[in-house]
């Protein structure tokens, strides 16, 4: 049985596109198709949610305006790059753009990038010595650090658009 909150899909889902929204229901399908059943590697089940928030951010990047319409639509723009913590000083980090939004960009952007790195990274690169297979469970915990991330994030986007944090 799955683990995965239902309120917090129903929550993420709000702030979802269509296509996003697609990829979670893609999710609970499989989940749901896997009752009962081994898999020595569930980081599969993590693909959809992450290519989900992967499209998200990019999504909450332009309309908080760190990023621009060209970076949006380019097939050369990494996330992953800009949003990593140890590349905050470079000059197109987005980590360090929602630091300077306010006081609590930090900190979102820290969770962003968590939920980045355990959530994609860890999953989709191959470290040897380290296969980081994970448990079905494990990976209902990543789908759900992923969820949470959007949820936190359009939380701060509505706060951001009424003026509280600037």
Not at 32 to 51: C, R
Not at 52 to 71: C, Q, R
Not at 77 to 100: C, D, H, W
Not at 151 to 156: C, L
């Amino acid at each position: 049985m799955s683990q995965l909150s239902p309120q917090l899909v129903s929550e993420a889902r709000k702030y979802l596109s269509p296509s996003q929204n697609s990829l979670i229901n893609d999710v609970q399908t499989v989940l749901k198709s896997l009752e009962g059943n081994h898999i020595g590697d569930y980081s599969f089940l993590v693909a959809p949610a992450s290519k989900a928030y992967e499209g998200y951010l990019k999504d909450f990047f332009l309309k908080t305006g760190i990023i621009d319409n060209y970076n949006y639509e380019s097939d050369r723009f990494r996330v992953g790059k800009t949003l990593n913590p140890s590349l905050r000083y470079k000059r197109y980090s987005i980590y360090q753009k929602l630091a300077a939004l306010n006081e609590e960009g930090e900190e979102l952007a820290e969770k962003l990038w968590n939920a980045w790195k355990f959530g994609r990274n860890e999953i989709f690169h191959y470290f040897p010595n380290n296969l980081k297979n994970l448990s079905r469970d494990e990976a209902e915990e990543r789908i759900t650090m992923l969820l949470n991330a959007i949820v936190t994030s359009g939380r701060f986007y509505n706060e951001y658009l009424k003026g509280n944090l600037l």
